[in-house]
């Protein structure tokens, strides 16, 4: 991340790394704290944004918190117990909450006859699976990589997602959402 923001002209203030299990946020935070950031951009999975969040309140430091796709809302919410003030999360797929798109309100309804939490973790599995489901009946051999050249032939709007596979990226999709997650956990858009 921090080579790509040197290509736009970008230098970050102060850059902290983070051990997956969280065990050197209280470290990070001070450092990072010092540095009297307005904002810090997330770039950890599981217990460490809490973890971090924590620590940076217990510096005094209330910067805005930008956490990438994989950073959970809900959990991050729930280990904060009401003390986070905001967090913005970048999203890969679709508001699972949508009532205006019939695919989303497709995918609710399978997840809960299903018994599963319709959050972003779930919705990002069912437009996967939904991507390769279509691949599959588009694959007309048994041939090494006849599905790989069938994934290369979706344009269009999959569970929702709008997905291109057809150029050089194998990416698919540019799809980024924003959404701001309350003390409570509550996500909007």
Avoid: C
Avoid at 45 to 51: H, I, L, S, Y
Avoid at 103 to 130: C, D, H, L, W
């Amino acid at each position: 991340m921090v080579a790509k923001l040197a290509e736009l002209g970008i230098e970050p203030v102060r850059v902290a790394a983070l051990k997956m299990n969280g065990s050197n946020t209280s470290e990070a935070a001070e450092g990072l704290a010092k540095a009297l950031p307005q904002a810090l951009v997330l770039y950890a999975a599981g217990v460490v944004p809490a973890a971090l969040i924590s620590e940076m309140e217990k510096q005094k430091s209330y910067p805005a918190f930008y956490g990438m796709s994989f950073v959970s809302a809900e959990a991050t919410a729930e280990a904060l117990q009401g003390r986070l003030r905001g967090l913005v999360v970048s999203q890969i797929v679709p508001y699972p909450w949508a009532v205006a798109d019939p695919a989303i309100e497709q995918f609710r309804k399978r997840a809960n006859a299903a018994g599963v939490p319709v959050n972003y973790t779930t919705m990002e599995g069912y437009v996967s699976a939904a991507v390769l489901m279509e691949a599959l009946r588009r694959t007309t051999s048994n041939a090494p990589g006849a599905v790989h050249a069938a994934i290369k032939t979706l344009k269009g709007t999959i569970a929702g997602l709008p997905v291109d596979f057809t150029g050089a990226s194998n990416t698919g999709t540019n799809f980024v959402d924003l959404t701001h997650i309350s003390a409570t956990g509550r996500i909007s858009r």
